[in-house]
């Protein structure tokens, strides 16, 4: 997440106390659970999606879930953390919406649990922090990492119906989505801890939080759509040549 308000990130990060961290952390793990609660709740099979006579899908209402947001994180700015165990769900929520959005635009069905899956992946995959291990490791390794617990959780829940929610392995999903996810959460805290930032510049913060993830939905949906007309191994040389040339 890029620098705020002139301020380096990092050096406001420093100055979170740990009290202040674990509250992020335990936010960060509610606020996906909720989404998770709320995607399980929705899913069922599209009969349009399955259709060749569906039409083109239409564009992501981008602009309005940054507005949502916008607003969420004027109520952050102008209560700070307090706000946060309140707020963090509802912006989760929404963003999370906002990248289900753009799923669907790229041609996915997000009725799906797979695919609701990935929409939640997508919140996982946007700790782009140096220090990151991953971080240099290239966005298919990264993703293959996360697949993986996408794909045994899907299939569990394939295999034992929606009750199995409370399984091991949604539980371990959940918590390697948050591990990264919490690392974003801390950038937009560290930036709404500036004294007197105000609902203005709280609500500047959330837009720049959505936007880097609705950037990253885009990228990772966009990639596979082009599998599914290319195959993933093209894609895959592709996305690599360029990675080069860069």
């Given at each position: 997440?890029?620098s705020?308000?002139?301020?380096?990130?990092?050096?406001?990060?420093?100055?979170?106390?740990?009290a202040?961290?674990?509250?992020?952390?335990?936010?960060?793990?509610?606020?996906?659970?909720?989404?998770?609660q709320?995607?399980?709740?929705?899913?069922?099979?599209?009969?349009?999606?399955?259709?060749?006579?569906?039409?083109?899908p239409?564009?992501?209402?981008?602009?309005?879930?940054?507005?949502a947001v916008?607003?969420?994180?004027?109520?952050?700015?102008?209560?700070?953390?307090?706000?946060l165990?309140?707020?963090?769900?509802?912006?989760t929520?929404?963003?999370?919406?906002?990248?289900c959005?753009?799923?669907?635009?790229?041609?996915?069905?997000?009725?799906?649990?797979?695919?609701?899956?990935?929409?939640?992946?997508?919140?996982?995959?946007?700790?782009?922090?140096?220090?990151?291990?991953?971080?240099?490791?290239?966005?298919?390794?990264?993703?293959?990492?996360?697949?993986?617990?996408?794909?045994?959780?899907?299939?569990?829940?394939?295999?034992?119906?929606?009750?199995?929610?409370?399984?091991?392995?949604?539980?371990?999903?959940?918590?390697?989505?948050?591990?990264?996810?919490?690392?974003?959460?801390?950038?937009?805290?560290?930036a709404?801890s500036?004294p007197?930032?105000?609902?203005?510049?709280?609500?500047?913060?959330?837009?720049?939080?959505?936007d880097?993830?609705q950037?990253?939905a885009?990228?990772h949906?966009?990639?596979?759509?082009l599998e599914?007309?290319?195959?993933?191994?093209?894609?895959?040389?592709?996305?690599?040549?360029?990675?080069?040339?860069?």
């Amino acid at each position: 997440m890029p620098s705020v308000v002139g301020a380096p990130i990092e050096k406001l990060m420093n100055r979170l106390p740990s009290a202040a961290q674990d509250k992020v952390d335990k936010a960060t793990q509610l606020a996906l659970k909720k989404c998770l609660q709320v995607a399980l709740r929705t899913i069922g099979k599209s009969a349009l999606s399955d259709s060749l006579l569906a039409p083109p899908p239409d564009k992501p209402s981008n602009l309005m879930h940054k507005l949502a947001v916008a607003t969420t994180g004027a109520a952050g700015g102008a209560f700070g953390l307090f706000a946060l165990p309140v707020e963090l769900p509802v912006t989760t929520t929404l963003m999370f919406r906002s990248i289900c959005d753009i799923a669907r635009s790229e041609g996915e069905d997000v009725h799906r649990v797979e695919t609701q899956f990935q929409c939640m992946m997508v919140l996982g995959m946007g700790n782009n922090k140096k220090s990151d291990n991953n971080a240099d490791l290239g966005y298919f390794i990264v993703r293959g990492t996360l697949a993986q617990s996408v794909s045994r959780t899907a299939n569990e829940i394939a295999a034992k119906g929606l009750g199995s929610h409370g399984s091991t392995a949604l539980l371990k999903f959940v918590q390697a989505i948050a591990s990264r996810f919490s690392v974003q959460v801390s950038e937009q805290v560290a930036a709404k801890s500036i004294p007197a930032i105000g609902a203005v510049l709280g609500a500047m913060v959330n837009t720049v939080f959505i936007d880097h993830f609705q950037q990253m939905a885009h990228g990772h949906f966009t990639v596979r759509r082009l599998e599914r007309k290319y195959g993933a191994s093209a894609v895959e040389r592709a996305y690599q040549t360029i990675e080069v040339m860069r």
